[in-house]
């Protein structure tokens, strides 16, 4: 390879480099957003909640699956109590790496004494690769 075109092919290569690299950050600056944005809208719907009472020990997340473009996951409430209860339950949906890719608040009324409810956690945008959901807050009320 002579010179010239040697320089013309790394300026190139380095210019790609760079356009790909500056949207890599410009993308990961757009998805800490949602994040962010997401995450505070979950802890201020939960923050709501002012008679509730910790019952994250009632709640469980079962396997995330895609449908409608989102990734969603069936949470399963069992009432320990002897009278019906309403549960507000924030989930967390995270990557492999344990990262936070999207909070949700889901609502599950009316579980009646020692039985379970399920509901359907959804993301409020469209989550790529492996993704797990979590319960990052259960409240009984």
């Known amino acids: 390879m002579n010179r ?8 190139v290569t380095t210019l790609l480099a760079l356009s790909s ?7 990961r600056a757009r998805v800490g957003d949602a994040v962010s944005s997401a995450t505070a809208a ?17 709640v469980k997340a079962g396997p995330v699956r895609a449908e409608g473009g989102r990734t969603v996951a069936d949470v ?6 002897d009278r ?4 507000t339950i924030m989930v967390n949906f995270r990557n492999d790496g344990g990262d936070l890719l999207d909070s949700v608040v889901l609502n599950i009324g009316g579980v009646a ?6 509901g359907t956690a959804r993301s409020n945008r469209s989550l790529s690769g492996a993704t797990k ?9």
């Open 4 to 11: 010239p075109r040697a320089r013309v092919l790394v300026t």
């Open 76 to 81: 399963t409430v069992t009432n320990p109590q």
């Open 113 to 118: 004494p020692s039985t379970s409810k399920t």
């Open 84 to 87: 019906n209860a309403d549960y």
């Open 21 to 27: 690299t500056a949207c890599t950050e410009e993308d």
């Open 42 to 58: 979950a802890a201020s719907r939960m923050g709501e909640i002012t008679d509730g009472v910790n019952a994250t020990a009632d």
């Open 133 to 141: 959901a979590e319960i990052g807050q259960a409240l009984r009320h």
